[in-house]
């Protein structure tokens, strides 16, 4: 068992830093390149953090988003390289749980899925604070 965490991301640089480092944390990690896919992994895999890039092929994050709230509970942190503060507000009234700006560092990516997952009342127990951050 463990926590469960989507990372949707279509950069793939990004997206292994990422896998990486939250794979040393402890969390079981299942990845999505495009809004399809993204989906279909939800659906299989039911993860209890999504990490979900805003801008995707396909299908956008705040599309995205919005389905992963129909039919599950997870939590949701959208990444975003956009700084607009309207954009912020619309990815969370479309149910995103934080937000988070690129660049960003993993440590707080990190810091930011433990907040999570204390507001939803899940045990981090067995999840290792790195303590070799790096940036994105
Ligand atoms: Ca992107």
């Known amino acids: 068992m463990g926590i469960k965490v989507l990372i949707i991301e279509d950069e793939e640089k990004i997206l292994s830093l990422m896998e990486d480092f939250l794979q040393t944390e402890g969390y079981n990690i299942v990845t999505a390149k495009d809004g399809k896919t993204a989906v279909s992994r939800f659906e299989e895999h039911k993860p209890d953090i999504v990490i979900l890039d805003w801008m995707l092929p396909q299908m956008n994050g705040l599309d995205v988003c919005r389905y992963f709230r129909q039919i ?54 067995g999840v290792q604070s790195n303590v070799l951050p790096g940036a994105i």
């Open 72 to 125: 599950g509970e997870p939590g949701i942190i959208m990444v975003t390289a956009k700084t607009e503060e309207t954009d912020k507000i619309v990815g969370l009234e479309m149910g995103a749980d934080d937000y988070l700006t690129k660049p960003f560092s993993l440590r707080e990516l990190s810091a930011r899925i433990r907040s999570l997952l204390r507001r939803m009342n899940r045990s981090d127990s």
